[in-house]
């Protein structure tokens, strides 16, 4: 059974602080990681990750995946109030999604 | 359309009531996916299409769910006899390919319909 775990579950932190997320992974039939940030209801996509050691990078976010390890992060450096969400990350066939890290950035 | 459509956006339903739940996806998508959502949980997957063809149903949780894309657009989720546990947001997404290329576009997700079972 394909399974994704991610901690930590939540995480209160300060404007100007810098997060790291984390996502660890154990698919039968794995293509790539996604990463999801959910505020209200819908799920909006961050990062897609298919390949070991690439960062990719979109502005104060960033994601790296490790494939021989089966883990990724997320880093969110300068955090704001507008980042405060559940972030997601998801696996495997049919994505596999994990329970998600609640992340709260405090003015 | 420009998103991932879904209606209504709350319902609230007498246990034993049977309800129906749509998803537009985007225009053209090929692969639609229904995910349920308890509260503080991520999404759980129920049941996957490829055009008008269910390919993968694994998720449903009993028979008193079942899904639908009889045209390859338009989806609906119905729950039969609802039951107080099936209380959650049900989650669309949709992809614009199908099979094993779905995994490299990613998913884009419909916001939601929360459904309270009272």
């Known amino acids: 059974e394909d399974k994704v775990v991610q901690s930590p579950l939540s995480l209160v932190v300060h404007e100007g602080d810098t997060v790291t997320l984390n996502c660890s992974y154990e698919v039968t039939n794995f293509r790539s990681l996604l990463w999801y940030k959910q505020e209200k209801k819908a799920p909006t996509f961050l990062f897609m990750l298919?390949?070991?050691?690439i960062e990719k990078k979109s502005g104060r976010l960033s994601s790296i995946l490790d494939k021989k390890e089966l883990f990724s992060i997320l880093n969110i450096t300068a955090t704001q109030t507008g980042d405060s969400a559940v972030y997601l990350c998801?696996?495997?066939?049919?994505?596999?999604f994990g329970g998600g890290t609640r992340l709260m950035v405090k003015p | 359309g420009a998103g991932v459509s879904q209606s209504p956006r709350y319902k609230v339903a007498k246990r034993g009531q049977d309800v129906a739940l749509r998803c537009d996806p985007i225009s053209g998508h090929v692969s639609l996916f229904w995910y349920q959502q308890a509260l503080g949980q991520g999404p759980e997957f129920l049941t996957y299409f490829q055009n008008e063809a269910q390919l993968d149903k694994s998720g449903l949780p009993s028979d008193r769910f079942f899904a639908e894309r009889p045209e390859g657009s338009v989806s609906t989720l119905k729950i039969q006899r609802t039951q107080q546990e099936d209380s959650a947001v049900y989650l669309c997404?949709?992809?614009?390919?199908?099979?094993?290329?779905?995994?490299?576009?990613?998913?884009?997700f419909g916001s939601g319909t929360r459904l309270t079972v009272v």
């Open positions: 298919t390949s070991s050691g």
């Open positions: 998801a696996a495997g066939n049919m994505l596999t």
């Open positions: 997404a949709s992809s614009p390919t199908g099979g094993a290329a779905s995994y490299l576009y990613g998913y884009t």
